[in-house]
């Protein structure tokens, strides 16, 4: 069977290993001119399955009122004339029960416990290297009362499966000397020894240089301009390859745009809830290795993310619901770089910053859209919001088996409509 992958981001990418593997023959169409130069770009590079609560929580909505007032806020809403943007807002609200985010929690979990199994096959399988570092995740507090409420989440997520303890002081610091600097400030952590990081640039490139061997064809600066339909089928995809209109004909299509998933199936009158989530990210130099972390670590008062990436040091964070602008914000990367340069100053080259940004394709319930659509011959992959780096091995294998027919190891495609 031809298919044809639309998107060469992680998720495209790891969707055309998956589908390779399985014997089709497979077409990725992606607007870049390489793979991983959006969203799969710069981000926080961990692979977190153990800290993946749906942003959509029984709590969200007084946070997002609190923060609605702070323009630092890590997550900011900018009402605009958009009505995709407050159907969104309202679904997300309507995902805050706390029967949904129970239920949530607990396919984010599987998902992200599947993934980070079928990522592991992978490694073995192919000998894949991406500065991977499997030291586990530190979330650190700072804020007495937060760490002290950091009990019940951490039992949650081991009822499920993950591996999440809460730690003191003494024992945050041993498992990451880097913390030194902040101890007096540092109430406690949680530890997630499962967990992983790795450079989802680095590994989407070279899956993409495997699956090229073994194959696959990929069509880069090449624009996806919609879908071509014979009925109720999709059949094919229209082109823009350099200013020539060109089709590709594809027993199946697999939608893998991120972010720009949503604006490409309206007009087959499919509305799926994607809406983009721009984030920010800060990439360094190592300056002193001793004195740079190196296990994975969350900042929970900045809502920050730190991964050490060969001789890099990655932070991210921030979420600005602000439509589909992409430029940088450069205020609120030197946010980020303030707090970094702070909690850990001899670590980096601080001043050698590289900014960036890009879209997480979010969905009101953090589970993304992976399977069969509405429509024959078209499946689904996107919506991946802030886990699509974890989440992505995972889904390509789902998508696989949904493809071929069989029920696969959990079911996505019935979620979040
Ligand atoms: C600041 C930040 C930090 C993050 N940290 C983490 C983390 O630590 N761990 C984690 O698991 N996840 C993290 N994420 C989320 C993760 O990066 C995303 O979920 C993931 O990259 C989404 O991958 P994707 O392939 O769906 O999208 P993308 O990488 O955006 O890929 C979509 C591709 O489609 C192409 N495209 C779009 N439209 C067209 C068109 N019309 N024609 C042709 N091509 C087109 C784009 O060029 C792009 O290459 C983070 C995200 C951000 C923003």
Known sequence: MHVAVLGAGVIGTTTAWYLREAG?????????GGPAQETSFANGGQISVSHAEPWASPGAPAQLLRWLFRPSAPLRFRPR????????GARFLSECRSRRYARNLET??????????CLAALRERTGIEYHQRREGILHFYTDPDVYAGAHEPAARMRALGCEREVIDVADAVAREPALARIQPRLQGATWTPGDESGDARVFTAQLAELAAAQGVRFLFDTQVMGLETQGRAVSGVRLNQSGAFTSLEADA?????GSFSA???RPLGLHLPVYPARGYSVTVPVRDPDSAYTVSLIDDEFKLVYSRL???LRVAGMAEI???RQDIDPARCQQILERAAHCFPGAGHWGQARFWAGLRPTTPSSIPFVGASSRPGLYLNTGHGTLGWTNACGSAALLRDRIAGEPGALRLDDHGR
């Open 24 to 32: 089709h023959d497979v077409t990725v169409v992606e607007r870049r």
């Open 81 to 88: 004339l958009d009505p995709h943007q407050w159907a969104w």
């Open 108 to 117: 984010v979990v599987r998902l992200g416990l599947y993934s980070r199994a």
């Open 253 to 257: 299509v697999v939608v893998a745009l």
């Open 263 to 265: 604006p490409l199936l």
């Open 310 to 312: 060969g001789d890099e």
């Open 322 to 324: 602000d439509g589909w």
